[in-house]
């Protein structure tokens, strides 16, 4: 269950409305990488936990932050948009300044939304679930976590850059504070786990019913071999188990595919034979 | 530019049919987490790339090798699919073993696709792209790839847990090994870049910037404190610079948000008292 | 900003797993009016709230209210996936009733989300930010709330009579009650509403600028006159400002569109005497 | 079976052309309350009536109007796209305007439509099926019926605002006059509906399965008490049937939920014990 | 304008109900080659058509024809779905047949649509407006139409194959005979406009502007030569200006791309040189 | 299995950047008719081809070829983003012309992309696999990949229209070529097939299961007959075996459809008598 608190987790005020920026927020709100994405994300991995309580405590603490992170954002786009000039100037008096306002906002953001925010990302296009994951494996859904906290940092950086605004250049200082910790907090998690089970997902899979020949190489799919000088294709492997190997010709091992005709209820292309005798009658499957 | 290698790359050829299965191998083909996806991440995050040549090679030829695993299993669910029983048995004479294949497997492989695979995951949802990303930042991006090659081999796993099909098991056996093999190479690269650039995405964002006070404090937004006990919350933090702190009972810093009402041309919901004394008159701003 | 209490808000357990009813379950999490929808809409229309703050509070307070029916329908749904035969029995030993179960459940709940809840409908269908609407009209907006709660409890009694479980109708009766609260919360809103502005949306644009002839007519688009009997063609409008009209006949008013070709240079199919002449040279837009 | 005027319902000719006005008409058109939602859902609820037929044939009447909205709106549309300037100009010759134009104009009115009307809204974002219901209760339907009438004129307000063309206004006052009766024709319909059978959706589900307690019960989930001053928290409910009550501090009458494990198949995080001593074996579910 | 006839264009009543079988009809109402996706295609192309009026009246008398058929076959799935087992069996009584019933249908059905059609495919996958184009170039448009005519066919004739109740099959007779008139309608359509303006689209793009060594290649992209012996590597090309070449060993006559460095400001991957030497402070393009 | 030669197929520099254009050029890209379109449709229809090899050689070859065309593509829009201005201006130094490109382009080129080219079309929209088919019936699929040739080659045509940068028009100037050489090949591989087996796919159902009197007719939904004078109405059919024939008032042969009232356990609207009593009592499906 959850409850309430009606001040902000921090200040969301910006010094003066800008509908275009209001726009450009919007990603870091309804996007790919955006909070929707790791609220949801984590909300579904804590109730889904079947993993000793710390790990679900940890994880429901950190989706509940970030609702607020959600109402944080959503709190400065409406405040963005605050008096848009969202209708028609009279005939003669077209301001260009008004015009490239108009131009560069997002219509949704009136036509829709009354001057609020919206679940969208900076496109217009819906947050949808498939932006989480959360699988019952812990350490691969804490390599997903911390994937989603270096791209959702690296867009509010970017994102910080647009705009000199002291309002809202102070709302992301602290958003880019909570996701360097957040960075820091799945490596640790992660840590914790790779240290007790290893570092490949799932660890539980038997090495014995896998290609061993392959499970250390590199290969190389192209002319030249830049890719050779990299860590990864040299030393030991990372899982402590194997050492990379460079394959400088990947031969194909597999068979030349042929696939049978499909039965005549399909209606496919029929055979060759049958295609060229057709129009004298041809296969009637539905005879009957 | 690329060629095409009449062979695959290893076997794909099931014992028998089994066009449930054919069902169920779609998630790894055309799912979040299947082969098109990191196929199509890898060659977006190859040809946007803008650091050395090295990276761009590596990432390109492991890309590469993904259009073959696409390739791979596409032929697998074909043949998988050979000869469904997709079509009415006569009236009396109905096969609860057929039936049950009716019941369990896709129609659509049937009416759309003719037995044929499908760019769709295994409830038949269409693949999109917004499951991949192609950030510009190579340490947000590998770490991208190490969780899509995790989910993506704990996917394999499962499926390979889900039949006893030698032919089937064969492939998945290769798959597995490849995607150990990923997870270690994205392992070693994420090693390489850390060490130079620090563990933080973006590495590049001055501090100063940044709301110190939170950066690397754990927040408890819940009555218990189970979450304190983890590595998360104890310790110097991960990138080197900090130490984990545990907050347990973290204020609401910001404002309680009150927005100003709409300009009159919104036609939202119009301020008390205009609403009240409204059915006189009230406002209307579309005259002209 | 928002702290987790540990407790559900209401029982969440199953008397016995049954994977095949935990993916029609999904409906009312992640569905089109599941309470993903809620939440997510209440929270939006809370956030944008720009009326008088006991509108705001009484949003919020449901929108909170609902993040917790999601953690009780997600808590349930992994509880029925419990121990999902999820994997291939050995050959000669095929249980039908296994068989059963895997046809009927999601493959997804295994493969994908390791017997976890997954943000998505009973179709597998992710949830999306477009069931939502948060318009910044109250009135209309509280008219969507009222037709999410009306669509939400028929879903819940449909999936009330479709197990026997006593654990699951426990909870059910729950969400349905909550639910008739909540149409009659609405209701109680827009009664408020309404009686201060009007029932038309928005209340606040001139009916001098609308063409006042068809605003009460009800106008019959087919042969039989069976629509003429309802309340909707006889008597007073309900909003007590007109009557209603029943036009048998109702006739085309406006011109036959006649579009102009388009200019050469979107190379649309052109004109019917360019067309004609053009094997012999033909418009060339490009020449520069 | 329909058959086609050749006459639109009504005057859809703008004064001039106005690409950038084109784009946020789409809203309307296609987007999630436009003339597409309508029609379809009206259309789908009039196929799927199983009540008496005054329904039906109401339900198609107002269905087949739509279909002549949308075709009025596309009509609109493809003349404000007339000659818009989608091509480049003289290198040395730009002219800020049109730039102004074509930095705010949807390029795919061009590229893709050849300056034609899409099936998408404001955003470019599809139309998609999910944007309706027909749930088989009338009350319910009717409902979204009268929400999508009051969010559909809430746009076609706000669209009639930011243009001044003569031709676009006599067009949407028309559009605006017929939502107004569209309103009033769902309420009508709704009123009917309910004095026969209750407020409540639905109607036929016996209160004796609904938890009682909690039926009537406004639930205060923050700290302040504005949300206690409304209707909805104080008299009798709208359903007759009932007192609303107002709960200071709604408590948690759930467990704190645990899961067990997932099985050793699922390869999910494995339990405590095995995570640690793992390295040197683990669990093996695959040895067969 | 439009105007609805009560009834039916052909008979759509089934001998007796399937619900499992209405599940896979869905695909020819709401699927990505269904009738609502020619119905909207040729609506919009008829109302974008800026062609003589021939050809605007033929491709709005059809998609007339098709909203009928999205009706008969809506009305028929809902006839399917009477009476279908949605609910729960006595705990002892659990009979095979329903449960196999249950498997196979589509829940929604009856959760969300009280055993009435769904706008969706036989997936689940809702319609959405990409599904169709309207291009304003009447040729290209046309062969959509004729591909989407002769895919519709193929599915229904699939359909067919599927059931053996003699009222499906006499509707689905009906449609199958109409699909094949459509492809010849189509096949009519290109062949006047192609007689006329030439076989390419677009007609108008002048051939100086083209790589001419390339237009008329066949690039062979792999290592056998099996794709040299069709027709479209033989003889003269079938715009009549030219001939087929077969291009046994195609070069890359492009640059090998190298991308330079983003700016600062993106906070992409930092050059070499900085990322380095970054520890000791590094960029900081926020600072002022 | 795929390998990757460095260089780009064909020259892919612009000769300046232009952020605006890059938008647009998204449209070919990742758009319903962009090369990752073809890529993808003609990959799935060569993997899943059941037919002799020459055919699936030949798509096969093309779909290897596309996939150079996405890279080139690619390349293109990356570097047309270099140096994009997407950070802010010093507060007095506001640039008209930087606002104007701030304006015009996709922010989440900058934000997410990092100045890389995105799998999306020109509105931001992700590709997705709904834009393609494979059907295993060759015939139907070659008219596909036709239109799909036929859009993508006009789009392309008016990109071209919308630059004057040299280095761009040089790159469509060789996509302009291949398209024509794609219309061409999938003509000749039409023309191939439709000789052997007949126009009309599937050309394996039997006549005698079709309702021959409407299998030739054209209909005339509307009042007007413009449409009579078409090829399409006259003259024999382009299937060879039939005539065509004009059918001034094509009459409703079907039947006024009735449903029957649903089940009670599906909560659907009650028939009018149980309506009426319905407040003493009504029913109760749900006791036991």
């Not at 608190?5 to 990488?33: C, F, M, R, T």
């Not at 804590?46 to 405590?57: I, L």
């Not at 000199?164 to 880019?176: E, Y």
């Not at 089970?197 to 192209?222: C, K, L, R, W």
Request: proline letters at 6%; hydrophobic letters at 35%.
């Amino acid at each position: 269950m959850f409850s309430h608190v009606k001040e902000l987790q921090y200040n969301a005020k910006p010094s003066q409305p800008d509908p275009v920026y209001a726009k450009k927020l919007q990603e870091i709100l309804g996007g790919q990488y955006g909070e929707m994405s790791v609220m949801m994300q984590y909300l579904f991995q804590g109730w889904n936990c079947r993993a000793e309580s710390k790990y679900k405590d940890m994880i429901l603490d950190i989706g509940t932050e970030e609702i607020a992170h959600v109402e944080m954002i959503a709190t400065m786009i409406a405040q963005l948009l605050d008096g848009a000039p969202a209708h028609d100037q009279e005939q003669g008096a077209k301001d260009p300044a008004v015009e490239a306002v108009l131009g560069g906002m997002n219509p949704q953001h009136a036509i829709v939304n009354g001057l609020g925010a919206q679940p969208n990302d900076a496109a217009g296009y819906p947050w949808n679930a498939r932006y989480t994951i959360a699988s019952g494996n812990m350490l691969a859904d804490f390599r997903a976590n911390l994937n989603a906290e270096s791209q959702g940092r690296l867009q509010v950086v970017r994102l910080y850059e647009m705009t000199t605004d002291p309002g809202v250049r102070d709302m992301l200082s602290f958003l880019i504070a909570r996701d360097k910790m957040h960075q820091n907090q799945w490596m640790a998690a992660i840590e914790e786990l790779e240290q007790t089970q290893g570092a490949v997902v799932p660890s539980t899979f038997s090495t014995e019913h896998e290609i061993q020949d392959v499970a250390y190489s590199f290969m190389n799919f192209s002319e030249g071999e830049e890719s050779s000088t990299g860590r990864w294709a040299n030393g030991a492997s990372l899982d402590g188990k194997g050492t990379f190997e460079y394959v400088q010709n990947p031969g194909a091992n597999g068979q030349k595919p042929e696939l049978k005709p499909s039965p005549a209820y399909i209606h496919g292309t029929p055979p060759l034979d049958m295609r060229i005798m057709q129009n004298g009658g041809g296969i009637q499957p539905n005879q009957q």
